[in-house]
């Protein structure tokens, strides 16, 4: 409460700058989606004219011929594609300004289903177009493929693993698994790319005997694992060492909900902003191993970091008994959930649920940079309200708490009609949302039904495993 | 949502088709003129060269020639004729007691893959490659490469009891074949 509104009253003259910033900024995200699948596609191009060079037609006068030879395309579009899907999870600071990270979690899940069919469909034509050139059986052919093919025994443990992991990130799977479970299953995937990666070097006909293309295709899962290294481990750790982040308390905001403060040194050269989150890792018994993503419910100030947490799973459960003076890693802040997105100075906040974390952190940007607010707050029960001290009576804010069940209250206080009372300039701002699913939806319907342009609704999911 | 829930799949048919694409693109006209026949022509033709020039190398009668290559159909059953034509007069001409057998040609799938052995009495003094797969830019760089490794083993193993090349699998195989059926000709 007291960052809010002691920050809000001086702010209010630096109106101009920021919506100069806004205009320039505004292009960007499309722009950044744009140039990453371009980026996507180009590389596809690339490996498909590397296949119709290293392939003379010839290859193609038996069926099996071009079967194979085509089951090989297969494979190496797929083998692009592994890299690519590491890359976008990969946090490389350019891919999470251009799109950011939700969406980037998104591609990386489609574009799994995409490798592993592609994966599939290679080795079904390997085995189908060989039988027909050596004139066998296909399980026989299967054998003989193993047998006297190099490094074939790895990538068929290294395609087990692909399927695997595959499965358990398939969404019914997700709804059995726990999140931990998952996670660890999905850390394996590394290795089954180590695994496959030797067959395509050693059996692959487009690299034995070119030297060139094996440099340029080992080039690129080196540069892969070096990316990975860099904005995964090295870069993580080192602010890890600057900050020396701890818990500092843990404060219950009720209904389930807390607020974890994290204490350290110069918390401020994270420059996070109000609706990004962070990934947290606490450095405690049954945390190491997973890091997850929280947002942050304040604007950080220099020693100070705070997240709020709905016990939603076993680890958010158990993070409201974390000890104080547990060590914490951070990473981040990643997410477009942000202030830059508005496309006016007046903005209405819709948040639900531990929606509210980050609408909390936005509406104080917001109102730092001379905003008109309206905060939004759904919860099925009074108590549900976490939070709402800090927001209600703060400057340049308007807070409208909205308890109470569906049933109970006899009409959805989010429905156009209802909304059209409580904020009637809606259609002249910009809308944020956040919150379950099918509150996102609701609101998002809701907004478009009252005239709000689709480029002024701005939500981001809040899910992302 | 449900736009995002297909759209791995929706990628993977579109790479699909790309793929189906570019593979009809590249290979439909050689596939589509006719279903391989003039593959073994080609095969014959090659086969046929191949074998000439050996018998002009080891100055036998040249009718063998066209023997073995109208034989390359089916090498293993009419390998046996031609060298018995090639042996016998080398064997004849007894001047150096070195003969020169041309193997056998097995199809790999990469193409064809024939050698010459020579003998000096029983010892294996020198494997000649006639023929190698050279369909494919990539077929011809690992018959440049395996081929000389091939006949070093054969010399050192006098058999064709040999190690794959690595990288070389089927052109290791076709050529241990053809080594086989040339050590099978002279006994």
């Known amino acids: 409460m007291s960052i809010l509104t002691e920050r809000s009253a001086g702010q209010v003259s630096s109106d101009v700058a920021p919506s100069v910033r806004r205009r320039t900024r505004r292009q ?70 251009a799109v950011g990270m939700d969406r980037l979690v998104a591609w990386h899940r ?63 799977a997700r709804q059995r698994l726990s999140y931990e479970v998952w996670f660890v299953l999905h850390l ?24 060139v293309a094996r440099a340029v295709w080992t080039a690129m899962y080196v540069a892969t694992a070096a990316a990975l290294v860099t904005w995964r481990v090295v870069l993580p750790l080192l602010a890890h060492r600057s900050m020396m982040l701890t818990v500092d308390q843990v404060v219950p905001e009720g209904s389930g909900m807390v607020s974890v403060w994290l204490r350290g040194r110069h918390v ?36 100070h970091l705070r997240i709020t947490v709905a016990a939603l799973g076993d680890h958010s459960t158990s993070t409201a008994a974390m000890r104080p003076g547990t060590r914490v890693v951070v990473e981040g802040p990643f997410g477009l959930f942000t202030a830059d997105q508005a496309l006016s100075d007046r903005t209405l906040l819709v948040a639900g649920g531990a929606g509210i974390g980050p609408v909390r952190a936005l509406a104080e940007d917001l109102v730092l940079r001379g905003h008109d607010v309206v905060v939004l707050h759904r919860s099925h029960t009074p108590e549900g309200l976490a939070l709402s001290r800090e927001l209600g009576g703060a400057q340049g804010l308007r807070y409208v708490p909205l308890p109470g069940r569906r049933r109970e209250l006899g009409h959805d206080p989010l429905s156009p009609a209802v909304l059209q009372q409580i904020v009637p300039d809606i259609a002249h701002r910009d809308v944020f949302v956040c919150g379950p699913e099918g509150l996102v939806s609701t609101v998002v319907r809701s907004a478009r039904a009252l005239g709000v342009p689709r480029a002024s609704i701005h939500h981001e999911e809040l899910s992302l495993s | 949502m449900t736009a995002a829930r297909w759209r791995g799949t929706l990628i993977y048919t579109g790479t699909l088709a790309t793929i189906g694409t570019l593979a009809v693109t ?17 095969t014959v033709t090659s086969t046929s060269q191949g074998a000439t020039t050996t018998q002009g190398g080891s100055t036998t009668g040249s009718s063998s020639g066209t023997t ?7 090498p293993s059953t009419t390998a046996t004729p031609s060298p018995s034509d090639t042996t016998t007069p080398a064997a004849g001409s007894t001047t150096s007691s070195t003969v020169t057998v041309a193997g056998g040609v097995s199809q790999t799938r ?40 091939l006949a070093q083993e054969v010399l050192a193993a006098q058999s064709a009891r040999i190690d794959t090349v690595s990288g070389a699998t089927y052109t290791s195989e076709g050529y241990r074949q053809s080594v086989q059926s040339a050590i099978d000709q002279v006994g």
């Open chain 1, 268 to 303: 401020d050269r994270l420059a996070a902003r109000g609706g990004q989150f962070v990934l947290v890792r606490f450095l405690a018994r049954g945390h190491l191993w997973t890091a997850h993503p929280y947002s942050l419910s304040m604007v950080p100030t220099d020693e």
């Open chain 2, 26 to 42: 590249r290979f439909g006209p050689v596939l589509g003129a006719d279903q391989g026949a003039p593959v073994t022509a080609a």
């Open chain 2, 110 to 149: 990469y193409g064809p893959v024939q050698v010459s052995v020579t003998f000096s009495g029983t010892t294996i003094v020198d494997v000649q490659t006639l023929q190698s797969p050279s369909a494919e830019r990539e077929s011809q760089q690992i018959a440049q490469r395996s081929t000389p490794v």
């Open chain 1, 188 to 211: 394996s995937v590394y290795v089954g790319i180590y695994l496959t990666f030797g067959h395509q070097i050693a059996a692959g006909t487009h690299f034995v005997g070119s030297p």
């Open chain 1, 28 to 97: 960007s995200p499309h722009r950044g989606h744009l140039a990453v699948r371009g980026v996507t596609v180009a590389g596809v191009l690339a490996v498909l004219v590397f296949w119709w060079v290293g392939t003379p037609p010839a290859v193609g006068a038996t069926p099996g011929g071009a079967l194979t030879s085509t089951g090989e395309l297969a494979g190496l579009v797929a083998a692009y594609l592994v890299c690519l899907q590491l890359l976008l999870v990969g946090r490389v600071p350019w891919f999470e300004r």
């Open chain 1, 110 to 172: 489609s574009l799994g289903t995409t490798v592993l069919l592609l994966v599939l469909t290679h080795v079904a034509l390997m085995v189908v177009g060989g039988a027909m050139l050596d004139q066998q059986a296909l399980w026989p052919e299967t054998l003989s493929l193993l047998s006297t093919q190099p490094e074939m025994l790895s990538a068929l443990v290294g395609t087990a693993i692909f399927l695997v992991v595959g499965m358990s990130s398939a969404r019914l």
């Open chain 2, 68 to 74: 073995s290559g109208s034989a390359s159909a089916a």
